[in-house]
């Protein structure tokens, strides 16, 4: 593959596409100075078995088990799973269920590990040389180390690198927007990890097979838009960094996607089937690890801010750490927050419990005083349209919102409801402080175990029809069985008279004879 020279003339900022979306104060002067900093080993670390999406991993260890850091533990299950690995040395204490990282508070299938403290290296998975390596070998090698999506929809990133071999793919786009607020983690890494992300880039790349890559980075980072156009060449590759206005959602793949070639996805298709994958900076920074160091994904930045943080910073953590320990390596509270998120404050999950862990999709955690959340008075719908107005994918969210306080759930599905992208756009955007977002949230849950049960009960009906279709041919065979054997048996009774009549025939034949 030759090198390909720079794309600013297939992507002229007079050619950037519009979407709608709001403009939230992005606040991310409270930690963007902070340089990355790496917290000491944790006393516990809890490493639920779902930090991707898809199937949960199988456990691989056991209960007083010793294990090395990068050692795997739990294995993926299924094609769209991910690897888990030990973050650090020390001993399994418990293989069981924990708090999830979620606003439900439910407990989760999780392996509990208490550090040595020595931080043992096990044996590295076994380095590639990309400039050698075939797509697959590089898909097959980030799959071994665990890598999911870092920038929050967590998708095994060894699955999207396999998308070759289905789609007729010429674009990879490198998400550097972190559009929320306050979140800072990626422009961190992009400022002092800028060589090994664009090697990462350039491996991806390859995997890809694409004929072209763009980084795409917000007008609001300059310090990483100049990082990332110093090391534009990797492999390969000579990319663009493309510079995007400062809005939310930029960071939807599919928006990002539109804003550049002006090509909207289907509903509920990829972007792939436009030819594009969006893959997010700190994913090719793991993959730069995984690739030319065999280090699987143990590690992860996170943003620690929010005016109720004693010290806002950006902190590479052990997966598995517990919120708790983090804070406190910040200095802990000011103040007690009003609101604690994990994430950003447009699509993070308020925190309820402060001891669950930092998982693969952790990019912040948000500690917001009173003065930084909206009024929580809810007054009821005037149907002013600022929803509408916001919404980037061009849904009618007081409709829907509507519809499923009615309890029609089909009716939200008919009028968009599985394709709002839940960002949060709608709720920033009411002036009656209605919960649009959460209430989509819960109504997707609903849509999605309404499906699953109908999903059950037409495989129960499809099993029982079956097993009655079996039973039946098990009844007609034997019938045809019996059938045929008594037909045997009368055609033997048969054939046994005969005999029985001609030997008669026969005796007296003979006796005739001797007897004239």
């Not at 509990?112 to 020595?118: V, Y």
């Not at 604690?340 to 948000?366: D, E, F, T």
């Not at 055609?491 to 005969?498: F, H, I």
Request: aromatic letters at 4%; glycine letters at 8%.
């Amino acid at each position: 593959m030759s090198v390909l020279p720079t794309l600013g003339t297939l992507f002229r900022p007079s050619q950037l596409f519009s979407f709608k979306g709001v403009h939230p104060d992005p606040r991310k002067y409270l930690s963007s100075e902070s340089e990355i900093e790496t917290m000491p080993i944790p006393t516990l670390i809890r490493l639920p078995l779902q930090q991707h999406i898809g199937a949960e991993a199988e456990p691989v260890v056991q209960r007083d088990d010793y294990v090395l850091k990068g050692q795997l533990i739990a294995k993926a299950r299924g094609p769209v799973s991910a690897n888990i690995h030990a973050p650090t040395s020390g001993r399994v204490i418990a293989v069981g269920h924990f708090t999830a990282p979620h606003p439900s508070g439910l407990p989760v299938p999780t392996i509990t590990i208490r550090p040595d403290g020595e931080d043992t290296w096990g044996p590295h998975l076994p380095r590639i040389r990309p400039e050698n390596a075939t797509p697959e070998e590089i898909a097959a090698q980030v799959a071994e180390a665990g890598i999911v999506g870092m920038g929050g929809a967590t998708f095994p990133s060894a699955v999207k690198l396999n998308l070759r071999a289905k789609y007729d793919l010429h674009t990879l786009v490198i998400n550097g927007a972190e559009c929320e607020p306050y979140l800072t983690c990626d422009d961190r890494l992009m400022r002092e990890r800028a060589e090994e992300i664009a090697d990462g880039i350039g491996i991806m790349g390859r995997a890809l097979g694409v004929k072209q890559i763009i980084v795409a980075i917000e007008s609001n980072k300059p310090q990483a838009i100049d990082a990332m156009s110093r090391y534009n060449r990797a492999l390969d590759y000579t990319f663009q960094v493309k510079v995007v206005p400062t809005q939310y959602p930029m960071g939807s793949e599919k928006h990002l996607v539109r804003l550049l070639t002006g090509k909207e996805t289907p509903a509920r298709a990829l972007t792939a089937d436009l030819g594009v994958v969006v893959h997010n900076v700190a994913t090719a920074h793991a993959v730069h690890n995984a690739v030319r160091y065999g280090e699987p994904l143990i590690t992860r930045i996170v943003t620690v801010s929010g005016r109720g943080i004693k010290r806002p910073a950006n902190v590479k953590v052990l997966l598995g750490t517990p919120v708790s320990e983090v804070i406190a390596h910040c200095g802990g509270f000011v103040e007690e927050p009003d609101r604690l998120l994990l994430g950003g404050p447009m699509m993070g999950q308020p925190i309820a419990n402060r001891r669950v862990p930092i998982v693969k999709g952790s990019n912040g955690i948000l500690a917001l005083t009173r003065a930084e959340t909206p009024g929580n008075e809810v007054m009821p719908c005037i149907r002013c349209g600022r929803c509408v107005q916001g919404c980037p994918v061009g849904l009618t969210p007081f409709e829907m919102n509507a519809r499923i306080q009615a309890d029609d759930l089909d009716g939200a599905a008919k009028i968009g409801l599985m394709d709002c992208l839940t960002c949060g756009c709608c709720s920033y955007n009411c002036p009656a402080n209605i919960s649009l977002v959460q209430t989509f949230h819960f109504a997707k849950g609903k849509l999605a175990e309404k499906q699953s049960r109908k999903h059950q009960a037409e495989e129960t009906k499809r099993l029982a029809a079956a097993r009655q279709a079996r039973e039946e041919a098990i009844a007609e065979a034997k019938r045809q069985a019996m059938a045929k054997r008594k037909a045997e048996m009368d055609a033997k009774k048969k054939a046994d008279a005969a005999k029985a009549a001609a030997a008669a025939a026969t005796a007296a034949t003979a006796q005739g004879e001797a007897n004239p």
